[in-house]
Nanobody, 126 residues
Framework: QVQLVESGGGLVQAGGSLRLSCSAS????????MGWFRQAPGKEREFVAA????????DYADSVKGRFTISRDAAKNPVYLQMDALKPEDTAVYYC???????????????????WGQGTQVTVSS
């Protein structure tokens, strides 16, 4: 079993940047496909970005394309989410998620992931 811990959230003005990190502990001999999701108050959890187990394949929600970048050092810890040109509508709790897989593809549905972190708050002021 792997445990995930997110860090890097905070308060930033619109147009600013933040970098989120997701570190895994526990069973790290297995490589995981990773994803970032977010949930704003009163809204459902939504997909933000995903990266394959080897770090060579990525996917993004349309709302963050060109502004956010997900990355990892191959299959190793941690996974990053660089967020630039932040907007007030990016305000949410951000969660990272892991899926044990042998495939190099990415996964964009929350139901595809079995392990989740506790989340980190990102607040963008206008």
């Amino acid at each position: 079993q792997v445990q995930l811990v997110e860090s890097g959230g905070g308060l930033v003005q619109a147009g600013g940047s933040l970098r989120l990190s997701c570190s895994a502990s526990g069973r790290t001999d297995v490589t995981y496909a990773m994803g970032w999701f977010r949930q704003a108050p009163g809204k459902e959890r939504e997909f933000v970005a995903a990266i394959g187990r080897r770090g060579t394949v990525t996917d993004y929600a349309d709302s963050v394309k060109g502004r956010f970048t997900i990355s990892r050092d191959a299959a190793k810890n941690p996974v990053y989410l660089q967020m630039d040109a932040l907007k007030p509508e990016d305000t949410a709790v951000y969660y990272c998620a892991a899926r044990d897989t042998v495939y190099g593809r990415v996964y964009s549905r929350a139901a595809d992931y079995g392990t989740w972190g506790q989340g980190t708050q990102v607040t963008v002021s206008s």
